[in-house]
Nanobody, 122 residues
Framework: QVQLVESGGGLVQAGGSLRLSCAAS????????MGWFRQAPGKEREFVAY????????RYADSVKGRFTISRNNAANTVSLQMNSLKPEDTAVYYC???????????????WGQGTQVTVSS
């Protein structure tokens, strides 16, 4: 069982940066693939990035590649998403999620946080 709590969202101007964090409870955090997803109003939830249990493998959506960086600290039970060069189209609620064997499909993830709002103004 994993409980996830996101933080770090807010309002930022286009071109700015934000760092999202996700704190996880549970002693087995290091065994989970961790992902970030986002959902904009009227749109389906979409994949942003994921990181393997060891941190050795990361994958990104094409729309954020080169701008966002996912990382994790298994000793601290946290996963982060550094977002640079933000664009108005990045505006969404961002969710972190945990899976035993996850990828880019949100259906692979069994644990979700409550989400944090990111708004990028033009």
């Amino acid at each position: 069982q994993v409980q996830l709590v996101e933080s770090g969202g807010g309002l930022v101007q286009a071109g700015g940066s934000l760092r999202l964090s996700c704190a996880a409870s549970g002693r087995t955090f290091g065994s989970y693939v961790m992902g970030w997803f986002r959902q904009a109003p009227g749109k389906e939830r979409e994949f942003v990035a994921y990181i393997s249990w060891s941190g050795g493998i990361t994958r990104y959506a094409d729309s954020v590649k080169g701008r966002f960086t996912i990382s994790r600290n298994n000793a601290a039970n946290t996963v982060s998403l550094q977002m640079n060069s933000l664009k108005p189209e990045d505006t969404a609620v961002y969710y972190c999620a945990a899976a035993g064997a996850g990828g880019s499909n949100p259906n692979q993830y069994g644990y979700w946080g409550q989400g944090t709002q990111v708004t990028v103004s033009s």
